[in-house]
């Protein structure tokens, strides 16, 4: 139905962009992408993409609104081109908390932001992890949201950690967490916490299992300004816990996540390359499996017309 892929890459995450590139064996076609000293941006193809089928690489880092925008401007651009389909790649959604009314006066932001991609023209989307299952109803068009799941377990599988227990640092993670419980073949145990304002933050109230002795690793969809991380470390240091792993798919690392990490207690940070980690934020501790190999599959079956799920036994 569509000629060949075309990948292009936003300015988001180059490295990642490069990483599925290679993996495919496609090179990255060519673009300009400038900011005027207005702020206003601007997007040029190097080359024709009529008729092709358009990978958009582009995940959502800070600067957040600059990428979003730069995302569908660069859509928009390829739509006008007479791209045979557009697909955007998006490791990480921004927004995704704001998925509901939870609040008097409140938007469901997750919402407008996927009808402006699909207004952009945008007619699939490849994503990791949301933060809720839910968002993917609020696209109109199909897309794929697949999981570092498995690539992070199999990480904690090989390290083979002895007396090892999973604990979610949300009760609303707990499918997850379980999920991450019984390919490790460990128990879990839960931190039960309640939110105490919109910037976050969070107390923690108890834990819910047996960590005490206990290598706990901590599972987590992302970590933001680390507050939920930092609580969660200290209650299960409280009820005796050995040595603490923390896992988590999107590293966020807004401020003051780093300082608060860097104090924490905690042997290793296991995360992904869903969002590129700056260098003056990368701490000894943190480990990072990358997504690309997997996006590039994924991309490669899309292309094909093949299925998926298989690449998880699904």
Do not use: W
Not at 1 to 22: C, N, R, V, W
Not at 280 to 286: A, D, G, T
């Amino acid at each position: 139905m569509y000629g060949g892929i075309k990948l292009f890459s936003g300015t988001s995450h180059p490295a990642l962009a490069q990483e599925i590139s290679d993996y495919l064996g496609v090179p990255l076609s060519g673009r300009e992408i400038i900011k005027f000293p207005n702020e206003n941006l601007f997007v040029q193809l190097h080359e024709s993409v009529r008729g092709q089928d358009v990978f958009l690489i582009q995940t959502m880092c800070s600067p957040v609104s600059d990428n979003i925008l730069e995302l569908l401007i660069a859509i928009d651009c390829l739509r006008r081109d007479s791209a045979g389909r557009i697909t955007v790649v998006v490791p990480y959604l921004a927004y995704a908390r704001s998925d509901k009314k939870d609040q008097p006066r409140v938007p469901i932001t997750a919402r407008l932001l996927a009808d402006m991609i699909q207004i952009a023209g945008a007619d699939r989307y490849i994503t990791v992890d949301l933060h809720a299952g839910q968002i993917q109803g609020f696209f109109s068009i199909p897309g794929d949201e697949i999981t570092a799941f498995h690539i992070l377990n199999e990480y904690f599988v090989q390290k083979n950690l002895e007396d090892a227990v999973i604990v979610t640092a949300d009760l609303g993670f707990a499918k997850k967490g379980r999920n991450f419980a019984a390919k490790l073949q460990v128990p879990m145990a839960f931190v039960e916490k309640r939110r105490t304002g919109n910037d976050a933050s969070s107390e923690v109230l108890t834990v819910i299992g047996d960590v005490e002795g206990k290598n706990v690793i901590i599972v987590d969809d992302e970590i933001s300004t680390g507050g939920s991380i930092a609580n969660t470390v200290r209650v299960v240091k409280e009820h005796g816990a050995r040595d603490i792993y923390v896992s988590c798919s999107h590293p966020v690392l807004a401020p003051p996540a780093i300082e608060r990490l860097r104090a924490l207690p905690v042997k290793e940070i296991v995360t992904t390359n869903t969002l590129p980690i700056p260098p003056e934020r990368m701490l000894p501790n943190i480990k990072v499996l990358s997504v690309g190999p997997l996006l590039a599959e994924v991309i490669r079956r899309v292309h094909e017309g093949r299925s998926v799920g298989e690449l998880f036994n699904e």
